[in-house]
């Protein structure tokens, strides 16, 4: 999969900006606050509907605008494809070749990308949402099945908290089983692709931490062990975990258990990371868990994601930042750094320069 262009108009500090893109390495060069960072978040929003930084869309639209459109020329082993999007302040228009989409799930699995920023330490170091949100955003690009089992079960899950919030104990003892025939179907899906996921990723990160340490460390991602065996099994357990907590989640005023609350284990020399890794052993084993992810989108797609790496060589020493960029060989990257980093070795690479929100050619 690769991008050919990227058009910006109005996006974050762009007014009317096109990227032409290589197949294979794409530096964007330029001082801080130049506008790196928005282009590569335009595209991982093109693959995936979302941004990695904003939680509303409306935050895309550069200031005194009242719309942003971005566009891009696609290609992969399927074909080319186009796909748009006209974000506005109460809404937004995504299309796919001229031809309007309604729903996000339609968006998901026509260009895959694997993004990467400093933000992206909080997988490490943060609470489960991160671990969780890592797990859905990549799960969703890959499965539509999961990312529609998934809206559902929140929403049913909402539901359910709603209610447990009644004051009518009756009512609320009398309806909570209803919800949770629907809400463990859906539950029972996300847990089981989940806990594949992680069994695909485990093997792929560890080998990739092994390769950026030289062998000096270890990484173990591992799932928690409640959640085995087969749907039907998952659905029977999570039922019977959920109706014998009632008295619990009516108290509380929410469901406190379920994937919801699920996390996943991360440990550097079987010592748990978040507790224990250092910045930079928490950037490599972050690092190596997206480079594991890379590796799942070639295998389940036929051919490599586009790898965004945003601001990822500065925090880096020399010798894993050699290894970084050669682990890219193959695959299109967009990477983003003040300047053209030394480290390529000859490689070849298409530079971008940016200076505040323009292409300087």
């Not at 809400?183 to 996921?197: F, G």
């Not at 093997?203 to 000096?216: I, R, V």
């Not at 994937?259 to 507790?275: C, L, S």
Request: aromatic share 8%.
């Amino acid at each position: 999969m690769r991008i050919k262009n990227l058009l910006l108009k109005n996006f974050r500090n762009y007014s009317d900006e096109v990227f032409d893109f290589g197949e294979g390495l794409n530096i964007l060069t330029g001082r801080n606050a130049q506008g790196k960072t928005n282009c590569a978040e335009a595209v991982f929003y093109l693959c995936t509907g979302t941004s990695p930084r904003a939680r509303r869309d409306r935050q895309l639209i550069k200031y005194g605008q009242s719309s942003a459109e971005i566009s891009a020329d696609c290609s992969s082993r399927c074909g080319d494809i186009n796909i748009s999007a006209c974000i506005r302040e109460n809404g937004r228009e995504i299309k796919l070749n001229g031809n309007k989409i309604t729903r996000n799930a339609d968006l998901l699995g026509n260009l895959y990308a694997v993004f990467f920023s400093p933000q992206e330490l909080r997988l490490i170091q943060d609470g489960p949402d991160e671990r969780r949100r890592f797990l859905n955003i990549s799960l969703s690009q890959l499965s539509r099945p999961y990312y529609v089992a998934l809206a559902r079960y929140n929403r049913i899950l909402e539901q359910r908290n709603n209610l447990l919030k009644n004051r009518d104990l009756s009512l609320v003892y009398d309806t909570l089983p209803v919800w949770d025939e629907q809400l463990c179907s859906y539950a029972a899906v996300v847990a089981r692709r989940r806990a594949d996921y992680i069994a695909e990723l485990a093997p792929l990160a560890a080998e990739a931490h092994s390769f950026l340490t030289d062998g000096k460390e270890s990484l173990a991602v591992s799932p928690e062990k409640k959640y085995r065996g087969d749907e039907e099994e998952l659905k029977g357990r999570l039922y019977e975990e959920l109706k014998n907590n009632y008295d619990r989640d009516v108290r509380l005023g929410y469901t406190a258990s379920g994937p919801h609350r699920d996390d996943v284990d991360i440990k550097i020399d079987g010592e748990d990371a978040k507790t224990y890794a250092s910045q930079g052993q928490t950037r490599t084993a972050a690092l190596a868990i997206k480079l594991a992810e890379v590796e799942i989108f070639k295998t389940a797609g036929g051919e490599y994601p586009v790898l965004i790496l945003d601001d990822v060589l500065s925090e880096l020493d020399l010798a894993r930042r050699k290894k970084l960029v050669s682990r890219t060989a193959g695959l299109q990257t967009i990477l983003t750094c003040t300047h053209a980093e030394r480290v390529l070795g000859g490689r070849e690479a298409t530079k971008i320069r940016i200076e505040g929100g323009a292409v300087k050619r």
